[in-house]
T-cell receptor
Framework: GGIITQTPKFLIGQEGQKLTLKCQQN?????MYWYRQDSGKGLRLIYY???????QKGDLSEGYDASREKKSSFSLTVTSAQKNEMAVFLC?????????????FGPGTRLTVL | AQKVTQTQTSISVMEKTTVTMDCVYE???????LFWYKQTASGEIVFLIR??????ENATVGHYSLNFQKPKSSIGLIITATQIEDSAVYFC??????????????FGTGTTVSVSP
């Protein structure tokens, strides 16, 4: 078994601010993902990474940067927070470069921009 | 382009009955995987069950089963003998590309299931 940890749990930022969200997994999984979930909606892919130092853009990558410096960690940066933005950012990981793609999710970071 | 559609926004059922929820998908790939995930009120997302496109048999795990109708590009989730704790949002998802690595999931918008005693 393993666990995915996301920090912080809650993130409050100001308009225009650069904000960083962190994710750690101890499954020893190859592939990691960042999703955004808006209230009452599904998950939309921002970035994913199939191995250390690899980055693949999802449909929602504009306005975000990502970093995968270690196999166990994957960071997401909101480059310029938008006023009144509210969403939950979910980190996930899967084994075997995502081939079977059964993903395990972290608890999420809830973002509020004032 | 790939797409996953869940048209049922919410379903209410009585405890111990069966609930069925729909999902249709669009893909150009001949090989793909289909998944169902559950998101509880706390926000936790848990993998439930998977169907591989090349398998004709419907997948079953515990009291979850799938109704895979490939010609209709449909993958329904069936929950039998529902319990209060089955109340959650259920997401359908698809991954293209067979066993090739480096592909992500496309999620539907979810169906909220409420189970009443």
């Amino acid at each position: 078994g393993g666990i995915i940890t996301q920090t912080p749990k809650f993130l409050i930022g100001q308009e225009g601010q650069k904000l960083t969200l962190k994710c750690q997994q101890n499954f020893n999984h190859d592939t990691m993902y960042w999703y955004r979930q808006d209230s009452g909606k599904g998950l939309r892919l921002i970035y994913y990474s199939i191995t250390e130092n690899d980055l693949q853009k999802g449909d929602l990558s504009e306005g975000y940067d990502a970093s995968r410096e270690k196999k166990s960690s994957f960071s997401l940066t909101v480059t310029s927070a938008q006023k009144n933005e509210m969403a939950v950012f979910l980190c996930a990981s899967s084994t075997d470069r995502g081939r079977y793609a059964e993903q395990f999710f972290g608890p999420g970071t809830r973002l509020t921009v004032l | 382009a790939q797409k996953v559609t869940q048209t049922q926004t919410s379903i209410s059922v009585m405890e111990k009955t069966t609930v069925t929820m729909d999902c249709v998908y669009e893909t150009q790939d001949s090989s793909y995987f289909l998944f169902w995930y559950k998101q509880t009120a706390s926000g936790e997302i848990v993998f439930l069950i998977r169907q591989d496109s090349y398998k004709k048999e419907n997948a079953t795990v515990g009291h979850y089963s799938l109704n895979f109708q490939k010609p209709k590009s449909s993958i329904g989730l069936i929950i039998t003998a529902t319990q209060i704790e089955d109340s959650a949002v259920y997401f359908c998802a698809m991954r293209e590309g067979g066993y090739q690595g480096g592909r992500a999931l496309i999620f539907g918008t979810g169906t909220t299931v409420s189970v009443s005693p």
